[in-house]
């Protein structure tokens, strides 16, 4: 089955700095990447995703980079606000009509 | 339009007991996920249900089980209860159509805690 690692685990950042988590994935039939946010005691909320036919998307200060060679993927915060601070999970989903998803372990970003 | 509902909030169980969790989708969503989050483990998927069929399940023993209902809202049943069951269970929904992935909307979960 698939398997999504992603680092770092903990990500401290100055405000206004940028941000970069990465995450890789094993099963090259993976074709959906989706990105959530998850504020402390609250639900996870999708951010951002990307399908593998394109190679990057933007949203206002989110991007997301997909290498489907390497089978990794990246979300970029730029100017980062004390607000974006959160845990992020990346996921992978494959087109094989399951939908699931399968997901990192996620990133504690800190934006100090 | 409202988002994923889940109740009950909290759950607090001793261990061997049964759990009833459920989940009512977004208006119009027939597809509904469950995920077990447990402190620095991540999401790890649970179930799928679409149209009232479960669809997939992840690598989780047979005491965990669920159903969909005509109006596709959700149980999760979870029997025998054990200590490492205590989480966050999360309830997501999507539409499913055609064979593309769907984007997934979470509820905001229930914490369960086994005694």
């Known amino acids: 089955g698939e398997n999504v690692e992603q680092h770092p685990s903990t990500l401290s950042v100055q405000e206004g700095d940028s941000a970069v988590i990465k995450c890789t994935y094993s099963?090259?039939?993976?074709?959906?990447f989706p990105w959530y946010k998850q504020e402390l005691g609250k639900r996870p909320q999708l951010i951002i995703d990307i399908r593998s036919n394109v190679g990057e998307k933007k949203d206002q200060r989110i991007a997301v980079t997909l290498n489907k060679t390497a089978k990794h993927f990246s979300l970029h915060i730029t100017e980062t606000q004390p607000e974006d601070s959160a845990v992020y999970f990346c996921a992978a989903s494959d087109n094989s009509g399951s939908s699931t998803l399968t997901f990192g372990k996620g990133t504690m970003l800190l934006v100090s | 339009e409202a988002g994923v509902t889940q109740s009950p909030t909290h759950l607090i169980k001793t261990r061997g007991q049964q759990a009833t969790l459920r989940c009512s989708p977004i208006s119009g969503h027939t597809s509904v996920y469950w995920y077990q989050q447990a402190l620095g483990l991540g999401l790890q998927f649970l179930l799928w249900?679409?149209?009232?069929?479960?669809?997939n399940r992840g690598n989780f023993p047979p005491r965990f089980s669920g159903r969909q209902f005509p109006n596709y809202s959700s149980e999760l049943n979870v029997n025998a209860l054990e200590l490492e069951d205590s989480a966050l269970y999360l309830c997501a929904s999507s539409l499913l159509m055609g064979g593309a992935t769907k984007k997934q909307f979470f509820g905001p979960g229930t914490r369960l805690t086994v005694l």
């Open positions: 249900y679409d149209e009232g069929e479960e669809r």
């Open positions: 099963d090259s039939a993976s074709n959906y």
